[in-house]
């Protein structure tokens, strides 16, 4: 079995049932953009017309643990840390990252209401101006350390607060309750 193969045992002992893993080496993997913009491979000398890259830890682990799909969502393989990989596959996968994880950062909050168990935000992002509507539930608040929230928002889009506190400020009370 080769070094980038791993079995991994699914947990179905009865069956014999397993998966493999399969990690992405640098040379396994040549990444380039198609005439329409779409993210697209070559992996063993496979061409793919069209892949998708998802974080399997997108708070504690950005950069490592990346699955490379293809058109059909099926698991090409993972690449274990980013940066072992071209400059040229890193700079791609983290485009494509940015766009799929988009969340602006709050760097001022202009209001923060609840009403009848929804949250209404009027702030200032990194993306410009955003009133958003998020439903007062815990689930709706990610921690990202000790500092920095992400809320999601009814639409499941996300917004990262970092240094929380201070930067709901008064409006923090607000938020206590679902905290």
Avoid: C
Wanted: no cysteine; hydrophobic share 35%.
């Amino acid at each position: 079995m080769s070094e980038s193969k791993r079995p991994v045992d699914k947990g179905e002992s009865d069956s014999g049932d397993r998966t493999t893993i399969r990690y992405l080496a640098p040379g396994d993997l040549s990444l380039s953009r198609s005439a329409g913009g779409f993210l697209q491979a070559t992996v063993d000398g496979r061409e793919l017309p069209r892949v998708f890259v998802h974080q399997a830890f997108p708070l504690s682990m950005p950069n490592e643990y990346i699955s490379v799909r293809d058109d059909e969502q099926k698991e090409i393989g993972i690449i274990r840390r980013l940066d072992e990989m071209d400059q040229t596959v890193q700079e791609l996968i983290e485009s494509e990252l940015s766009r799929r994880y988009f969340a602006p950062i709050v760097e001022k909050v202009n209001s923060l209401k609840e009403e009848f168990g929804y949250l209404y935000w009027d702030v200032m992002t990194s993306s410009g101006d955003r009133r958003f509507t998020q439903q007062a539930k815990p689930e709706t608040i990610l921690g990202a350390g000790d500092q920095e929230l992400i809320v999601i928002d009814i639409d499941e889009n996300r917004f990262r607060l970092p240094r929380y506190r201070t930067l709901l400020g008064r409006f923090a009370r607000t938020l206590d309750p679902i905290l």
